[in-house]
């Protein structure tokens, strides 16, 4: 699977661009502000109706105008025709001209991957990056989990709503919390199971790269202590019976303080929680381990390749890292890379590279 072709419709700074790929690696060459990186965000956006940059939709529309359109062609066995419409009101998605009705029925089509610079904050940052990141890649490859996610995060909305008011029938409390318990035994399944593919992929390639010296291992952590039995049935009795035990905490407090919302990832190193611990070196590796991983995670679970976007990375790789990415991505994968120059890329390593170049939102190819 590749993206063959792409148009754009005031999108950022691209008021009318198309632009045809190369199925192997395309490098996107220019200045800041000058619009590589929407390039590169313009295919996020196409595969999961979301920017990995920004969460707010009308930072993607062209300024002083109504709506975003991206187009393009893709090819599988056959060509398909994707297309993402975004209005300051909503989103319309279709596939082979057939719009679908919901975006949950979309997104997963066109599978991606996307590396950059401030994908180390899944090491580094908020236990809801890590959640987004598993999120994220779950959805892709299971539009159920989607829903599920979807329908969790409705019913914790409700239910935190429900517990401020004066007066709580417990009735219907009581259903709220059923459901909630139902929902996070089900997500926690899923994660759970996506957890133990990707340390398998992960801990591989890590200690590949740091040439057998790091051991990568992955906790998921749940307010579930000592989850050994994953089966939704088993897991479900297990919520129920926290939210019995802390019933009074969440009417004293008046929000939801359990559930899958609150849980976390954690990476060691060699025994070590590389987020505490770990050298920007031994950082930077079992990023890119996870990212890589989540390539070959996809294959396994879809039977296809997602596309891989390099925004802005490998100028940050040292020359080990960045042979282990490119020769592992090469005549794989499609790769977009986005960079200022090329001094920072190991041509060598890349075989009939397609460049591009980027300049005041107008796109150009040798």
């Given at each position: 699977?590749?993206?063959?072709?792409?148009?754009?419709?005031?999108?950022?700074?691209?008021?009318?661009?198309?632009?045809?790929?190369?199925?192997?690696?395309?490098?996107?060459?220019?200045?800041?502000?000058?619009?590589?990186?929407?390039?590169?965000?313009?295919?996020?956006?196409?595969?999961?109706?979301?920017?990995?940059?920004?969460?707010?939709?009308?930072?993607?529309?062209?300024?002083?105008?109504?709506?975003?359109k991206i187009d393009a062609?893709?090819?599988?066995?056959?060509?398909?025709?994707?297309?993402?419409?975004?209005?300051?009101?909503?989103?319309?998605?279709?596939?082979?001209?057939?719009?679908?009705?919901?975006?949950?029925?979309?997104?997963?089509?066109?599978?991606?991957?996307?590396f950059a610079p401030e994908?180390?904050?899944?090491?580094?940052?908020?236990?809801?990056?890590?959640?987004?990141?598993?999120?994220?890649?779950?959805?892709?490859?299971?539009?159920?989990?989607?829903?599920?996610?979807?329908?969790?995060?409705?019913?914790?909305?409700?239910?935190?709503?429900?517990?401020?008011?004066?007066?709580?029938?417990?009735?219907?409390?009581?259903?709220?919390?059923?459901?909630?318990?139902?929902?996070?035994?089900?997500?926690?399944?899923?994660?759970?199971?996506?957890?133990?593919?990707?340390?398998?992929?992960?801990?591989?390639?890590?200690?590949?790269?740091?040439?057998?010296?790091?051991?990568?291992?992955?906790?998921?952590?749940?307010?579930?202590?000592?989850?050994?039995?994953?089966?939704?049935?088993?897991?479900e009795q297990r919520f129920?019976?926290?939210?019995?035990?802390?019933?009074?905490?969440?009417?004293?407090?008046?929000?939801?303080?359990?559930?899958?919302?609150?849980?976390?990832?954690?990476?060691?190193?060699?025994?070590?929680?590389?987020?505490?611990?770990?050298?920007?070196?031994?950082?930077?590796?079992?990023?890119?381990?996870?990212?890589?991983?989540?390539?070959?995670?996809?294959?396994?679970?879809?039977?296809?390749?997602?596309?891989?976007?390099?925004?802005?990375?490998?100028?940050?790789?040292?020359?080990?890292?960045?042979?282990?990415?490119?020769?592992?991505?090469?005549?794989?994968?499609?790769?977009?890379?986005?960079?200022?120059?090329?001094?920072?890329?190991?041509?060598?390593?890349?075989?009939?590279?397609?460049?591009?170049?980027?300049?005041?939102?107008?796109?150009?190819?040798?």
């Amino acid at each position: 699977m590749y993206v063959e072709q792409l148009s754009l419709s005031h999108f950022r700074n691209y008021t009318k661009q198309t632009v045809e790929f190369s199925p192997k690696i395309n490098i996107m060459i220019g200045e800041n502000a000058q619009g590589k990186t929407n390039l590169i965000e313009a295919l996020h956006v196409l595969a999961l109706t979301k920017s990995h940059r920004t969460h707010n939709d009308k930072d993607l529309i062209q300024f002083q105008q109504e709506f975003t359109k991206i187009d393009a062609l893709i090819t599988k066995q056959n060509k398909i025709p994707l297309q993402l419409i975004i209005h300051h009101k909503g989103k319309k998605a279709s596939i082979g001209k057939i719009e679908q009705k919901k975006l949950s029925d979309y997104v997963g089509f066109l599978k991606v991957v996307v590396f950059a610079p401030e994908d180390l904050d899944i090491i580094k940052g908020t236990p809801a990056i890590r959640r987004k990141f598993i999120d994220m890649q779950l959805g892709q490859m299971n539009k159920l989990y989607l829903n599920y996610l979807s329908t969790y995060q409705k019913t914790l909305k409700q239910r935190n709503t429900y517990l401020k008011e004066a007066q709580l029938d417990t009735v219907y409390f009581d259903i709220l919390t059923e459901e909630l318990a139902k929902l996070s035994a089900i997500i926690l399944h899923y994660r759970l199971a996506y957890i133990q593919q990707i340390t398998h992929y992960a801990s591989t390639i890590n200690l590949s790269i740091s040439q057998q010296k790091d051991a990568l291992s992955i906790a998921y952590i749940s307010q579930l202590d000592n989850v050994t039995d994953t089966s939704i049935d088993k897991l479900e009795q297990r919520f129920m019976q926290l939210y019995h035990n802390n019933k009074e905490k969440e009417l004293y407090q008046r929000k939801t303080l359990y559930g899958i919302h609150r849980d976390d990832v954690i990476f060691y190193v060699n025994g070590k929680n590389v987020h505490d611990f770990g050298s920007q070196g031994q950082q930077r590796t079992v990023a890119l381990s996870v990212k890589l991983a989540e390539i070959d995670s996809i294959f396994d679970q879809t039977g296809e390749y997602p596309i891989l976007l390099l925004d802005d990375v490998l100028s940050e790789l040292d020359d080990l890292r960045q042979t282990y990415l490119l020769k592992t991505v090469e005549n794989k994968v499609q790769t977009f890379i986005t960079t200022t120059n090329l001094e920072g890329i190991q041509k060598h390593l890349i075989e009939q590279p397609k460049i591009f170049h980027i300049k005041e939102g107008s796109v150009t190819y040798d």
